[in-house]
């Protein structure tokens, strides 16, 4: 059974920094390409950050690009989405997904606000 478990987030200052954290259970982690996903109140929801299975390589919105970094640990089953420089519109609940799996998790809430 998939599950992933997001957690990580939380109030920070504008300029501050914060690493989300999915941990993966029910399929095989490694073999799946890994994104985080956004939504905003009232806004759609937002890809964020995506990394390859096969070489590592990552994806990212124009928004976030430069600030975001994504990152994998294929032994511990973990991909993780470092934020820094956050900004007030980074203020969402953070989702992580297996690509061409259709399950979502609980989410984890990033507030940017001074």
């Known amino acids: 059974q998939v599950r992933l478990v997001e957690s990580g987030g939380g109030l920070v200052q504008p300029g501050g920094s914060l690493r989300l954290s999915c941990a993966a259970s029910g399929f095989t982690f490694s073999s799946y390409a890994m994104s985080w996903y956004r939504r905003a109140p009232g806004k759609e929801r937002e890809l964020v950050a995506t990394i390859s299975s096969i070489d590592g390589s990552s994806n990212y919105a124009d928004s976030v690009k430069g600030r975001f970094t994504i990152s994998r640990d294929n032994v511990g089953k973990r991909v993780y989405l470092q934020m820094d420089s956050l900004k007030p519109e980074d203020t969402a609940m953070y989702y992580c997904?297996?690509?061409?799996?259709?399950?979502w998790g609980q989410g984890t809430q990033v507030t940017v606000s001074s």
């Open positions: 997904k297996a690509v061409t799996i259709v399950y």
